[in-house]
Nanobody, 125 residues
Framework: QVQLVESGGGLVQAGDSLRLSCAAS????????MGWFRQAPGKEREFVAA????????YYSDSVKGRFTISRDNAKNTVYLQMNSLKPEDTAVYYC??????????????????WGQGTQVTVSS
């Protein structure tokens, strides 16, 4: 029954930075592995990043590794995605996701249980 609300998307130029936020409500936030996914027009939704329940480990797709950083603040019930050196191919709707059962390292191939509505990120050249 967790609810997720993303914010922070927008239109930026290539090379710029954005920070996405995902505010969660519901029962114990720290019990949920959290992740970010994205879906570009005409493409399947793809894994971007995930973080373990206590933020001890993080995971990234090869396409964003070294540019994006996922973090969480369990006291604020919020997970973040810091996106640096943005490229036009990063353009997509970005979705926050949570799951109380699957570990963060499986999020690249296992669909989480809960999803936000998404926030649009557009990167122009």
């Amino acid at each position: 029954q967790v609810q997720l609300v993303e914010s922070g998307g927008g239109l930026v130029q290539a090379g710029d930075s954005l920070r996405l936020s995902c505010a969660a409500s519901g029962r114990t936030f720290s019990n949920y592995a959290m992740g970010w996914f994205r879906q570009a027009p005409g493409k399947e939704r793809e894994f971007v990043a995930a973080i373990s329940r206590l933020a001890s480990t993080t995971y990234y797709s090869d396409s964003v590794k070294g540019r994006f950083t996922i973090s969480r603040d369990n006291a604020k019930n919020t997970v973040y995605l810091q996106m640096n050196s943005l490229k036009p191919e990063d353009t997509a709707v970005y979705y926050c996701a949570a799951d109380p059962a699957i570990p963060a390292h499986t999020m690249s191939f296992t669909r989480p249980a809960y999803w936000g509505q998404g926030t649009q990120v557009t990167v122009s050249s």
